[in-house]
Nanobody, 126 residues
Framework: QVQLVESGGGLVQAGGSLRLSCAAS????????MGWFRQAPGKEREFVAG????????RYTDSVKGRFTISRDNAKNTVYLQMNSLKPDDTAVYYC???????????????????WGQGTQVTVSS
C-alpha cells in the first residue's frame, strides 16, 4: 500500500503560479512512477504530468508543456507539480497517483496507477 496526500492547491489569478506537493508513505516511494491527473467539473479525469522513478523521465500533456514542471525528491518521499502561467482552463481538482513497479516511462492511462490521493482544488480566476 502507498498513501498519498496532496497539498498546495488554492485560488490564484490567471498568470499566477502554484506548487502542488504530494507526500507519500508506505512502500518504497522511489520504486514508483508518479503522476498528476486533474478533473474539471463535468469532464473526465485527465493525465497532466508523470515522472519516472529516478526523475530522468518526465512526460506532459500538450496543454501544460512549457508551463508545468513535475519533479520528485525521493529522500523526502514527495513529488511536486510547479504550475506557472496558470489559465482558467487549468481549474480542476488535481490528483497525485502512483504506478507500481516495474514501471519505467510514465504512462498516461489512469488505470495503470494503483494508488491515488484525495485531490486538491486549484481554481484560476480570469
Amino acid at each position: 500500500q502507498v498513501q498519498l496526500v496532496e497539498s498546495g492547491g488554492g485560488l490564484v489569478q490567471a498568470g499566477g503560479s502554484l506548487r502542488l506537493s504530494c507526500a507519500a508513505s508506505g512502500r518504497t516511494f522511489s520504486n514508483y512512477v508518479m503522476g498528476w491527473f486533474r478533473q474539471a467539473p463535468g469532464k473526465e479525469r485527465e493525465f497532466v504530468a508523470g515522472i519516472g522513478w529516478s526523475g530522468a523521465w518526465t512526460r506532459y500533456t500538450d496543454s501544460v508543456k512549457g508551463r508545468f514542471t513535475i519533479s520528485r525528491d525521493n529522500a523526502k518521499n514527495t513529488v511536486y507539480l510547479q504550475m506557472n502561467s496558470l489559465k482558467p482552463d487549468d481549474t480542476a481538482v488535481y490528483y497525485c497517483a502512483a504506478d507500481p513497479p516495474p514501471g519505467g516511462y510514465p504512462r498516461t492511462e489512469e488505470g495503470e496507477y494503483h494508488y491515488w490521493g484525495q485531490g486538491t482544488q486549484v481554481t484560476v480566476s480570469s
